[in-house]
């Protein structure tokens, strides 16, 4: 038996953990600084909220690493030879910027319903929901950058 101490300890694991949490509430913190800098308080930040609920809920979900999606397409990686990732990861890849593909044209056809989803109680007439619909037209494609970021990782996962 020998006495040697991993090469990490639970402490400085836990140290990167924290540093980057920091690092991340600060980024969100200048985000917000930011977003209200360039839109103040008033209808046009209140739209840039309503029409980021989606496009942002699918860069977490597609596109965060260590996110569902990435976990799931790792884990099917991870059981398959060096040689058959390449392959798998440009068809998996395809798939996903098709449907996604569809999806963003969705959200640009149906951007009206979908702010009348997210943001419920706004008017036919409000200069918040036109704006809303407009921001949302702009970031839909968002949808497919956020899939093929998740999946642009996963190969090097595997190293």
């Not at 980057?20 to 980024?27: D, E, I, N, Q, W």
């Not at 103040?40 to 942002?56: K, N």
């Not at 959200?107 to 704006?131: C, H, K, N, S, Y």
Request: aromatic fraction near 6%.
């Amino acid at each position: 038996m020998s006495d040697a101490k991993p090469s990490r300890s639970l402490a400085k694991i836990a140290g990167v953990v924290a540093a980057a949490t920091l690092m991340s509430k600060l980024f969100g913190l200048f985000r917000q600084q930011a977003i209200g800098a360039a839109f103040a308080v008033g209808p046009v930040a209140d739209a840039y909220s309503f029409a980021y609920v989606i496009p942002g809920f699918l860069l977490i979900l597609l596109g965060g690493i260590n996110g569902p999606f990435h976990s799931a397409i790792v884990s099917v990686v991870a059981k398959r030879r060096r040689e058959e990732i390449g392959p798998l990861v440009e068809s998996i890849s395809t798939l996903v910027a098709l449907v996604l593909v569809v999806v963003a044209a969705l959200m640009v056809v149906f951007a009206a319903p979908v702010i009348d989803f997210v943001a419920q109680g706004l008017e036919p007439g409000d200069l918040t929901r036109a704006i809303a619909i407009t921001q949302l037209r702009i970031m839909a494609p968002m949808a497919v950058l956020a899939g093929l970021i998740g999946i642009g990782s996963v190969p090097y996962t595997h190293l």
